[in-house]
């Protein structure tokens, strides 16, 4: 088989019977219940910062196209999905100018520079949220108390640290399971509300946006690696819900480990693909610099998409010949 054509044939094309512009309406209609959580928790900010990074995300696409002398395309709402990604991965309290960064660094860093929308090589969400967290860290990582209006342009001072970190400094957060289920604790302004993501999940998947192997084999992979080394000791079901809840695990197992542009495309890939982002996201938490990891795993995980897609052609096509063989030899 020519590898070359095999090469030509891996991301961004989506083998689907439907536009990227409808799966892309999907995933807005899917991330819009997030932020009228956010905004339930901490009033109009959350919302503002979602407008902000939408309109960053399209005019810089917009001005990365004329730039490139590429006719600008209405119909692309990836940088919708982008510049709402970012802000939900983000404290409540950012500064205005850190989402705009970000959201800067998606487009004009990540995503362009390989050929914009479905060209790029690394998901552009989980590489902003990365930059962000090197370069501003005690802001990305501190959080008010939710149910606490915040104000809508001033800066804030947070100082509230997430159950990721307190897990992850050894201490045991004092949630009960009705407020980790509702994402009442700090954390991520779209990431704690564990029964609204997954309300989402089932959407997603009933509209075929969605991956169910590559997700629940992310999910088993960290939930097996949560429940053999478990960092706190309250049982086996607490610590998997305080783990899956704090952080963004959840968030990221849906939307980042699913990106159409970065993820392989076959299913068999998809599924290592989602176990192995499992695994690291895990192995970053417990030992990287931040509480957060599934980002930075997707981000090395990315590397290796096309490769598992081009090994599993090549392992297709040599099972093929061996039994185009046999099947010759009998028939002699």
């Not at 009033?43 to 810089?60: M, Q």
């Not at 093929?320 to 009998?330: A, L, M």
Request: charge should be positive; proline fraction near 7%.
């Amino acid at each position: 088989m020519n590898i070359s054509r095999i090469q030509k044939k891996s991301p961004p094309h989506i083998r689907s019977s439907r536009t990227a512009p409808l799966i892309m309406l999907d995933v807005i209609v899917a991330l819009i219940p997030l932020y009228i959580m956010a905004y339930l928790y901490y009033g109009f900010r959350p919302v503002f910062l979602g407008v902000t990074g939408i309109v960053t995300c399209l005019i810089s696409s917009w001005i990365c196209s004329l730039i490139s002398a590429k006719k600008i395309n209405f119909y692309d709402f990836s940088p919708i999905v982008t510049g709402m990604l970012i802000p939900l991965l983000l404290p409540a309290s950012i500064d205005y100018s850190i989402a705009v960064c970000a959201c800067l660094f998606a487009v004009v860093v990540v995503k362009y520079p390989f050929g914009g929308s479905g060209c790029n090589f690394f998901n552009p969400t989980a590489a902003a949220i990365a930059f962000a967290a090197f370069c501003w860290p005690s802001k990305i990582f501190s959080y008010t108390q939710p149910l606490e209006k915040l104000p809508l342009f001033e800066n804030i001072t947070a100082t509230v640290q997430s159950p990721a970190y307190l897990i992850k400094d050894g201490a045991l957060p004092n949630l009960d399971t009705t407020d980790l289920l509702l994402g009442n604790f700090a954390g991520p302004m779209g990431a704690p509300y564990i029964l609204v993501l997954i309300a989402c999940f089932l959407f997603l998947l009933f509209r075929r946006v969605v991956s169910l192997g590559s997700t629940l084999s992310f999910f088993a992979a960290a939930a097996l690696m949560f429940t053999l080394f478990p960092r706190i000791s309250s049982g086996d079901i607490p610590t998997l819900l305080l783990e899956f809840s704090s952080g963004s695990i959840v968030l990221g197992g849906i939307f980042l480990v699913n990106d159409p542009a970065t993820a392989p495309k076959r299913n068999v890939p998809k599924f290592v693909y989602g176990f192995f982002i499992g695994i690291v996201t895990v192995l970053f938490r417990y030992y990287g610099g931040f509480e957060q990891g599934v980002m930075f795993a997707v981000l090395l995980a990315n590397i290796f998409s096309p490769t598992l897609d081009i090994l599993y052609e090549k392992l297709i096509y040599y099972v093929r010949r061996v039994r185009i063989v046999k099947e010759n030899e009998i028939s002699q």
